[in-house]
Every structure is written in structure tokens, then in C-alpha cells.
């Protein structure tokens, strides 16, 4: 099973700019996808971006299509969300989640806090 580890979270202004990552050890992400996801307090978790492992087709939720990027590195078996012009509502725990789809099998990260102040 894949275990994966968040970093790169911290307190910005609004129209700032982080790049969080997500470093994967027992599986590559290029077989296998991998997805963002967010929860704010209060709210449910909920999509924010993903890659398919076959063909590496990328996918965003509304909210943040145009300012957030998600990359990855193969050698590095590291996937990146380059956020953008960041807003408050953008305030919440980003967790990454592989496989994706998710499935019965998918293993999460223990998340990384990402705050943005107005």
C-alpha cells in the first residue's frame, strides 16, 4: 500500500501563492493517479484536483480551475499543487489521496493545513 506524506502548507495573504507536495513511497504515481482534496472546518472534504495514472489526463474542481496546477515529478514519485492567487476560502487541510479513482484500497496523506488570510 502507498504511504504518502503532505508538506508546503502555511498562512498567506489573499492573492498569494503555495506549492504544496505530496511525496509517495511504495507505489508510483504514474501507474496509479492521484488526487487533492480539501476540508474546511466545518464542511465535507471535497475534490480539488487529480491525474490519471494512464495518460496523465488532469482534472480540477470549478473553484479552483485556473489557479491551481497539479504536477508531478516520476523520479521524485512526488506530486505537486501549485495554488495561485489564493482566496480566503481557499482556507482548509489539503490532503492527496492514491490511487484515484479512489477505491477500497486508496491510502490519504495525514494532510497539510493551508490558511489564507483577507
Known amino acids: 500500500q502507498v504511504q504518502l506524506v503532505e508538506s508546503g502548507g502555511g498562512l498567506v495573504q489573499a492573492g498569494g501563492s503555495l506549492r504544496l507536495s505530496c511525496a509517495a513511497s511504495?507505489?508510483?504515481?504514474?501507474?496509479?493517479?492521484m488526487g487533492w482534496f480539501r476540508q474546511a472546518p466545518g464542511k465535507e472534504r471535497e475534490f480539488v484536483a487529480s491525474?490519471?495514472?494512464?495518460?496523465?489526463?488532469?482534472y480540477y474542481a470549478d473553484s479552483v480551475e485556473g489557479r491551481f496546477t497539479i504536477s508531478r515529478d516520476n523520479a521524485k514519485n512526488t506530486v505537486y499543487l501549485q495554488m495561485n492567487s489564493l482566496k480566503p476560502e481557499d482556507t482548509a487541510l489539503y490532503y492527496c489521496?492514491?490511487?484515484?479513482?479512489?477505491?477500497?484500497?486508496?491510502?490519504w496523506g495525514q494532510g497539510t493545513q493551508v490558511t489564507v488570510s483577507s
Open positions: 491525474f490519471s495514472g494512464s495518460g496523465g489526463m488532469t
Open positions: 511504495g507505489r508510483t504515481f504514474r501507474s496509479y493517479g
Open positions: 489521496a492514491s490511487p484515484y479513482p479512489l477505491g477500497p484500497g486508496s491510502s
